[in-house]
């Protein structure tokens, strides 16, 4: 995990391959990200998940690139 932030409702998450990916890395994404999302979803203030940076956040703020 890499990024995390809750805004209005929505979970945003980034982990390491979505920032850094590598050969092969689209197939383990398959796997994670609904393992990830579904744990997510089980918390009463996050009503969805997306694996990309909150609108008011910024790459190159985020991760200087």
Known sequence: ????????????????IH??????ASVTQGYI??????SLLQFDEIGS???????EDDWKEVFGI
């Open 1 to 16: 995990l890499v990024y995390f932030k809750i805004t209005d409702g929505t979970a945003y998450v980034l982990l390491n």
């Open 19 to 24: 920032v850094d990916g590598w050969a092969g």
């Open 33 to 38: 990200e609904p393992l990830v999302e579904k």
């Open 49 to 55: 998940v997306e694996f990309d940076l909150a609108p």
